[in-house]
């Protein structure tokens, strides 16, 4: 069974403030990453991907992912209010071009950042 | 594009009756998935299909669900009997081949059985 877990939260920081969100998974053959956004009632859309080890910086958002480790982290600088949502990882097999897409999901982060 | 467009948005049926959700995937696009929402077990994916074949299917949680499509352009999920626990939302997404890429989602359906 693929798992992926995320720390349970919820997680309420400062505006301003740098969010940290931390994701691990089972499954060593995952071969990509990502993190989606999901506000209350809408659908999940995707912030970050990421497919090797080291950091990837997009705006305020920072993937890291450590493949020995397991590990995939969003840090999220200068907080807004308007970051408040559910973050969900979720990583993808990859293998051989026939699971593109295919995402194993973490149970999601709850956000807050409060003015 | 317009997106991945999914109808009903909602659907409210009382338990015994057959659903039908709808999806379009993006244009283009060989992969289409059917995923459920729930408080409880979270985003779980149903099924999949590339290029209009089913290709796993394990994540139906059983055989009152049903998914089909006919062509690159439309999908259905079907649940029939229904049943309250079948409550959630229900997204459809879709994706290219091409290797790291990103899965699109619709709007979802949020589906009350009562």
């Known amino acids: 069974q693929k798992e992926v877990e995320q720390n349970s939260g919820p997680l309420s920081v400062p505006e301003g403030a740098i969010a940290s969100l931390n994701c691990t998974y089972s499954?060593?053959?995952?071969?990509?990453f990502f993190w989606y956004r999901q506000y209350s009632g809408k659908s999940p859309e995707l912030i970050m991907s990421?497919?090797?080890?080291g950091d990837k910086e997009d705006g305020r958002f920072t993937a890291q992912l450590n493949k020995a480790s397991q590990y995939v982290s969003l840090l999220i600088r200068d907080s807004q209010p308007s970051d408040s949502a559910t973050y969900l990882c979720?990583?993808?097999?990859?293998?051989?071009?026939?699971?593109?897409?295919?995402?194993?999901f973490g149970q999601g982060t709850i956000l807050t950042v409060h003015p | 594009d317009a997106g991945v467009i999914q109808s009903p948005r909602h659907e409210v049926t009382e338990m015994g009756q057959e659903v039908t959700l709808r999806c379009k995937p993006i244009s283009g696009h060989d992969y289409l998935f059917w995923y459920r929402q729930t408080m409880m077990r979270g985003l779980e994916l149903l099924i999949y299909?590339?290029?209009?074949?089913?290709?796993?299917d394990s994540g139906m949680p059983e055989d009152r669900f049903s998914a089909k499509m006919p062509n690159a352009s439309f999908s259905t999920l079907k649940i029939q009997p229904s049943e309250p626990r079948d409550s959630a939302v229900y997204f459809c997404a879709s994706s290219w081949v091409w290797e790291n890429t990103e899965a699109f989602f619709g709007q979802g359906t949020r589906l009350t059985v009562v």
């Open positions: 979720a990583v993808n097999e990859g293998a051989g071009g026939t699971s593109y897409g295919k995402l194993t």
């Open positions: 299909f590339n290029n209009n074949v089913p290709i796993d």
């Open positions: 990421i497919y090797s080890n």
């Open positions: 499954d060593r053959g995952s071969q990509s």
